[in-house]
């Protein structure tokens, strides 16, 4: 296998609190706790859990979005977080973000081209106005927009189209990785597919890496070829995508696949009893215990550590053995 372009040792991030409002006894919030991963060239991690399991503070803090607490991340074999300055500036080119909301992340006072123009100017790359602007038209056509649109602002087009934009602000500049933080979840359904497979075929040319992050599981089997699977922070399950979805080990993610489609608006699994648990007052043992339907004393009391249970797929639960396994 080739080497990983983005390796990810053990990252946390930490958030001090005070345990109450009169209290002087500290805490911390939890949001993102001991996650590794690594990934390759034209290969795509999904990460998945529900609104509030730490996807989004874990993405956002490979990327330095957020200064993690601890942890390594390797970038083309690069220690990423001891970088500073030009050397963090140019190492920046190689990580893109797409938002979740095509509606929101794009400046409505800019054009589309000062807007594809943005990540080249900041990075000094093509420095004449002449080659900036044929690279914009370049990937204007690539991510299908017309070139003759330009010129317009970001409210002159269609959901869909902006999504397109916010693509081409991403891969103008050839990173080597692109995080896909919910990407297609504003969008109307007809919509989705044409955007996924938009990112599919840059993945081919490209031979870019994606993380992609959301809580549809019908989406993320479609796109991923290793699943981790996130809940209050922590890692619970790892796979590749075909055996995860055909043979889920961990009670929350057996859950969020009954729940398929069966998600409500928020993101919710129908399939599971009540909320996600506070990250400021997270359960002790098992962080999943206070919702799961196998739970044993044993579980209250200590946390199971994240095992390799077949070649490549892990799971976090004392009795992964022993649970029914899918169908049954
Ligand atoms: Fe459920 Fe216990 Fe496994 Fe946690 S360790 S997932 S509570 S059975």
Redesign the pocket.
């Known amino acids: 296998m080739s080497r990983p372009v983005l390796k990810v040792e053990h990252l946390k991030k930490y958030y001090p609190i005070r345990k109450g409002a009169f209290s002087r006894e500290k805490a911390v919030v939890k949001a993102c706790d001991d996650v590794s991963f690594e990934l390759c060239a034209g290969e795509t991690l999904g990460i998945v859990g529900e609104s509030g399991c730490g996807k989004t503070t874990t993405i956002q803090s490979v990327i330095r979005l957020i200064e993690p607490t601890g942890g390594r991340i390797l970038l083309n074999g690069q220690d990423f977080r001891a970088m500073r300055g030009p050397e963090l500036k140019q190492a920046r080119q190689k990580l893109k973000l797409i938002f979740q909301d095509p509606y929101s992340s794009l400046n409505p006072r800019m054009t589309v081209k000062e807007i594809i123009a943005e990540p080249l100017e900041i990075a000094g790359v093509c420095s004449n106005r002449a080659g900036r602007d044929r690279r914009v038209l370049e990937t204007m056509e690539q991510v299908g927009l017309d070139p003759s649109y330009v010129n317009r602002y970001p409210h002159e087009f269609s959901g869909g189209q902006r999504q397109r934009i916010g693509i081409a602000r991403a891969i103008v500049l050839r990173p080597d990785v692109v995080i896909c933080d919910e990407p297609v979840s504003a969008l109307d359904v007809s919509i989705q597919a044409k955007i996924i497979n938009l990112l599919r075929q840059f993945q081919r040319e490209l031979n870019l890496a994606y993380i992609f992050i959301s809580h549809d599981l019908g989406v993320v089997r479609h796109i991923a070829d290793r699943v981790l699977v996130m809940y209050l922070g922590r890692v619970?399950e790892e796979g590749e995508s075909k055996e995860l979805f055909a043979n889920p080990l961990?009670?929350?993610t057996k859950a969020l696949l009954d729940s398929v489609p069966r998600m409500d608006a928020d993101g919710k699994p129908a399939a599971l009893q009540g909320d996600v648990p506070s990250p400021a007052n997270p359960p002790s043992g098992?962080l999943?215990?206070t919702r799961?339907p196998?739970?044993?004393k044993?579980?209250a009391e200590t946390a199971?550590e994240l095992r390799e249970h077949q070649m490549g797929h892990k799971c976090?639960?004392?009795?992964?053995d022993r649970?029914p396994s899918k169908g049954e």
């Open positions: 619970v961990h009670p929350y098992c999943f215990h799961c196998y739970a044993q044993i579980c199971p976090a639960c004392h009795f992964v649970l």
